[in-house]
């Protein structure tokens, strides 16, 4: 099970703070599957992705 949030230059850690803030993968703890968060960081202009990191409950 994979939650993602992307974010437009506002980083990696933004976007995997707001998965953990707002507690996007509870919902999924009773599921047996692996559980991660996914944030990426897209660039504005339309480059593509900047950065990206993981985190797992």
């Given at each position: 099970m994979i939650e993602l949030k992307l974010k437009n230059n506002?980083?990696?850690?933004?976007?995997i703070?707001?998965?953990l803030d707002n507690k996007?993968?509870?919902p999924f703890q009773a599921d047996n599957?692996?559980?991660i968060g996914l944030g990426i960081e897209?660039?504005?202009?339309?480059?593509?992705?900047?950065?990206?990191?993981?985190?797992?409950?």
């Open positions: 506002g980083g990696k850690k933004a976007a703070q707001q998965i996007y993968l509870e599957r692996k559980v897209l660039d504005e202009e339309g480059k593509g992705l900047l950065d990206w990191g993981i985190t797992e409950e």
